[in-house]
DNA sequence: CTTGATAGTGGGATTTATACCCATTAGAAT
DNA sequence: ATTCTAATGGGTATAAATCCCACTATCAAG
């Protein structure tokens, strides 16, 4: 992702019978790296989250880079059991996929009961600046019928 | 295992009627030494931890070390019962086995029951950075509607 | 309005992984 | 020794993922 492009717009797809689906093309190249990599996040249920790896970094996986230098330096002897279930927690949450053909993504297995869809069935995608989000719509909704009226205060919150 | 990979990622398997599960290509290798050891580990009820051997030997040797120097310094004069009955655990709970042809595992026969599975019924597997786990599908659920909650401060607490 | 380019979609073909099955071997018990 | 049971070792069918090509709709340019 070239730094300062902000991710924007709402689009609606629909999945394919193998869950598939098509990203749009001015979003797709910003969600993924220079090998293709593409992290998807299980965020709340009814939402994905994809990001570009270098996005990602910043976010979480230098945490986990710290963690695993912390391992090698012998640093977490004495919590060995809660490396252990942030791991099977980080292991839930993200995966990391590929992008095949024309931007066409294919949600994971384990990511398709958290999204709440099935085949034939239409998700929104929506730009949410520093990642892209795909909607199970009726959550789409839900969420903006919640969060609209914030808008404003946000705006100026962020702005000031 | 090499040094230095974080073991990831959540995966749904089946076992055959023989209590036999292949485990994904990706982690199979990081839990098997050079030898092909693979410790197996009872966890909690429903749910079994492989280790490779080498790993597990050094995390053992390094818990054994605090130990012996909080016995030294003393600390341990009240609780050497306990002490034992570690020990005595350390002993039963574990087991090594090797990895068959295709990354095929055996559930060792005192294993099965702990783990609370029959033949053809479904386990996930999880990795949980240092080790990699077999669940069984309910036990997983619960653990994740009990652990999820706490990712975030887990995250922070484990890279501060 | 026509034409051409491009993004999105559907689906056939190929590949791959794994689960299901059966055969053989090993080991324990009688 | 014999029989039974559990472990082990593959062969194969199957389903999912992946690759790839073709069709279509949309939009822009002429």
């Known amino acids: ?11 609606k797809r629909t999945l394919d019978d193998r869950f598939r689906l098509s990203l749009p093309g001015e979003v797709a190249g910003l969600v993924s790296d220079e090998q293709g990599g593409t992290i998807v996040v299980k965020e709340q249920y009814g939402c994905l989250s994809l990001w570009a790896a270098d996005q990602w970094q910043e976010r979480i996986d230098s945490g986990v880079d710290l963690i695993r230098q912390k391992i090698q330096a012998g640093r977490m002897q004495e919590r060995w059991s809660e490396v252990q279930r942030l791991g099977r927690l980080l292991s839930t949450r993200q995966t990391t ?6 931007s066409r ?3 994971p297995e384990g990511f398709r009961g958290f999204l709440g869809v099935s ?18 719509p009726t959550a789409w909704l839900e969420t903006l019928k919640q969060d609209m009226p914030q808008f404003n205060p946000l705006f100026k919150e962020l702005t000031s």
């Open 1 to 11: 992702m070239a730094n300062g492009d902000l991710i924007t717009g709402e689009f």
């Open 119 to 136: 085949p034939n069935q239409e998700v929104m995608i929506v730009g949410a600046v520093i990642c892209l989000e795909i909607w199970n």
């Open 105 to 107: 993504l294919l949600i």
């Open 97 to 102: 996929v590929k992008l095949a053909n024309r």
